[in-house]
């Protein structure tokens, strides 16, 4: 059994940023992470949109290379039916797509360029203190067994930590269904910069065309179980990939031993524009908590709440706006 700083389960965005942070600290850090999503393969995923503010965030924690290395395109609006919205409005950068594989493959080469262990396997379950309900390791699917002061859940959708704990899932929508896919994109209909939200009753598309015509789709409904035949015409390439998007939320996100990032601790749709910023915001935060918590152990507990505070309250805050949003556009989700 070896001993570490951190233990972080899971190399997506969230889990990378909550790696390299906890090496910036000095931490002995190891991430475990499954396998599959490294495998190489020659398939071109649909891109996701990341919100301008990921770009500024990554340039400031030095990692801006990551981003160019995954980009895909670039957009300055985004228009849904005949209203163009700007981000130069906002006086925001504009908003980027990019190939997840290779972005979380940057990620998780820089980790280990910082000093972090990455272990490819499978965390299965969590370790107890002797005679304490605090979290102090890991056990994984090949049987080995790793202790932490700190264990970072960061497994994504796959939500090891709260599921595991047996804490509540506090819904906030039916279940969801998400298609993504590409497609060809037609050029004399699409602008490369810019993005198309296209409202129905029963949930959106969204198109992200981009330079080298190609065009990213998502498409959200509540009550089609069937992938999209159809994407405005455009022809299909490349694989579906399908996902449960119901907003979610673990309550709570933390105990002594054990913190939930991204979105193994709460999800909402892609329309929120917000799951890599969430991602990348709730990694740096919950490697705040630690060290204070390493030269102040009396007050653990207050340093827990303002994570766990921070975190419900961006959440709720992400539910009202997108709610908001869908009434607006009598999109009739809820
Ligand atoms: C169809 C679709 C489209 C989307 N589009 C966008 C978009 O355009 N813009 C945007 O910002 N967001 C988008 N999102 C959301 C975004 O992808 C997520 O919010 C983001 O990936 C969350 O990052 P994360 O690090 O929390 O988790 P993930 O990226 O899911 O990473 C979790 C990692 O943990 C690993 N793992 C899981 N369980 C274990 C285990 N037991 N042991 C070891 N490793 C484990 C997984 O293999 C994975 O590598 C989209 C999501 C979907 C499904």
């Known amino acids: 059994m070896s001993s570490f700083d951190i233990i972080i389960i899971g190399a997506g965005p969230s889990g990378c940023i909550a790696a390299i942070t906890a090496a910036r600290h000095n931490y002995k850090t190891l991430l475990i992470t499954s396998k599959q999503k490294f495998e190489p393969n020659n398939l071109l995923p649909a891109s996701e949109s990341i919100h301008p503010a990921c770009h500024t965030m990554l340039t400031k924690l030095g990692l801006a290379h990551c981003i160019e290395k995954s980009f895909r ?9 005949t209203n163009v919205a700007g981000f130069f409005e906002q006086k925001l950068p504009n908003g980027l797509h990019i190939n997840r594989k290779v ?11 910082c000093g972090v262990k990455i272990l490819f396997d499978e965390v299965v379950d969590f370790t107890y203190e002797h005679n304490s ?8 699917s090949c049987g080995l067994r790793y202790t932490a002061f700190y264990t970072i859940d960061a497994s994504g959708r796959k939500r090891l930590g709260g599921r595991k704990m047996k804490w509540q899932e506090k819904h906030f929508s039916p279940p969801l269904g998400v298609w993504t896919g590409t497609a060809e994109s037609d050029c004399a209909q699409y602008k490369a910069t810019t993005t198309h939200f296209i409202p129905n009753e029963d949930g959106w598309l969204w198109l992200a065309p981009e330079a080298n ?3 990213s789709w998502t498409k959200l409904s509540r009550n089609s179980k069937d992938p999209p035949f159809e994407i405005t015409g455009l022809k299909k390439i490349q694989r579906t990939k399908f996902a449960n998007m119901r907003w979610r939320i673990f309550r709570p996100v933390c105990t002594e031993g054990l913190i939930l990032t991204g979105d193994a601790a709460g999800i909402i749709d892609p329309a929120a524009g917000r799951g890599i910023l969430n991602g ?16 102040n152990p009396v007050r653990e507990a207050i340093y827990l709440f303002d ?9 709720m805050s992400c539910v ?13 989700l809820m």
Not at 73 to 81: A, E, F, M, R
Not at 105 to 112: F, H, I, P, Q
Not at 133 to 140: L, N
Request: proline content about 1%.
């Open 73 to 81: 395109g670039t957009y300055s609006c985004i228009q849904t039916g």
């Open 103 to 113: 972005f979380d493959e940057e990620l998780l080469a820089y980790a280990n360029k």
């Open 133 to 140: 309900s605090r979290i102090s390791g890991i056990t994984t």
């Open 213 to 215: 015509g190609l065009v």
């Open 280 to 295: 990348i915001i709730s990694g740096v935060l919950a490697l705040e908590a630690i060290p204070k918590t390493k030269t």
């Open 307 to 315: 994570y766990d505070s921070w975190f419900l309250n961006t959440y």
């Open 320 to 332: 009202k706006q997108l709610s908001k949003y869908y009434r607006d556009h009598n999109i009739n």
